[in-house]
């Protein structure tokens, strides 16, 4: 009997010191202090062509007042039990209130930059409340049929594709994800919620160039590229997902830094993909817990690079309404 205490209480102190150090690894987190003065706040002026309004994750409203696309449109940001531990499904609450908050009455396109479920679950329900077109891959397709959304509202892109709405032209061009457990594979059938996270695969990952006017944006959520993708293309702003580098090497920064800012001469980078998206939109964003994230380092990495290179960095809080040209430098050195 005694061992058997013994065994026991043992086993409860293991658990014990085992559960506190996950809860002290989830509560780890990066500083925002030591990046505050990145933060752009200033709403854009009466004259600004173009506004951007960053809604967490990779989730970008660009609008010029006539026409309005969305990326991603992920809102409903299931907690970490639900995705470890459960099944996941769009929020229908939560998007209604989100598009509101954030203005959105209607929208030419939704456009999920691949199909994993941090960028893709909500997308089709956004299609649905704003008309849009959902538009990406055929494991996105099928993410919407799998929502019953009727096939004249969704598109299949190929990499080099170009779509114009309004006035904006958006250029998808086949990226690559970022390397992590849940890299790579295709959703071949109809893919109805509830379902596990893992079940919604990468499908295509998409860089978007996106063209108004003489202005261009590029878009790389997925912190992932293919070797040349970029190449002959130009972009004056570029939001760049850093989200699933993890720990990096100053060498993957360098080359993720030389195939899309140096490839396309982007003069001000705004990081997107840094917050913890197991946490609700509508409470402060954080970044990722350091174990599972990065951003401390990449920001570090971005800001001397940026100033080594007369690129702006920025960052935008939730909901922050944005010209991403204002005060952008004229050129680079």
Known sequence: MRILRWL????????????????????????????SSLFQRAAPGPRAELR???????????????????????????????VFLGKVEPDRAIIARSLERAGVMTLAAVIPVHSHYDHALDSPEVA???????VGSTSTANIGRGWGLPERQIKVVGNGEVLSFGRFRVHFITGRHAPSPF????????????????????????????????????VNASAGFVPGMLR??????????????????????????????????????IPVH???????????????P????????????????????????RLMEAWSRIDPFDGLPATRP
């Open 274 to 288: 840094w917050d913890n998206f197991f946490l609700p939109l509508d409470q402060p964003l954080e970044p990722m």
């Open 232 to 269: 002959g293309r130009r972009a004056d702003v570029a939001f760049l997902g850093i989200g699933t580098f993890g720990r990096p090497r100053e060498d993957d920064l360098e080359r993720y830094w030389d195939e899309t800012i140096a490839a396309t001469g982007a003069r001000r980078v």
């Open 8 to 35: 026991a209480g043992t086993v409860l102190v293991v658990l014990l010191l085992a559960g506190g150090g996950f809860v002290y690894v989830l509560n780890d987190l990066p500083d925002l202090r030591q990046v």
């Open 290 to 313: 350091r174990l599972l994230g990065g951003f401390d380092l990449i920001m570090a990495f971005l800001k001397a690079r940026g100033e080594a290179s007369g690129v702006d960095v």
């Open 183 to 218: 890299t790579g594979g295709e959703i071949d059938a109809p893919l109805t919620p509830p379902a596990r996270a893992n079940a919604y695969l990468e499908g295509t990952s998409y860089a978007l160039l996106i063209e108004h006017g003489d202005r261009s944006l590029l």
């Open 128 to 134: 649905r409340l704003t008309g849009a077109l959902l």
């Open 52 to 82: 951007v309004t960053f809604l967490g994750v990779s989730t970008l409203l660009i609008e010029d007042g006539e026409t309005a696309i969305m990326t991603d449109g992920f809102f409903t940001r299931p907690g970490g039990r639900a």
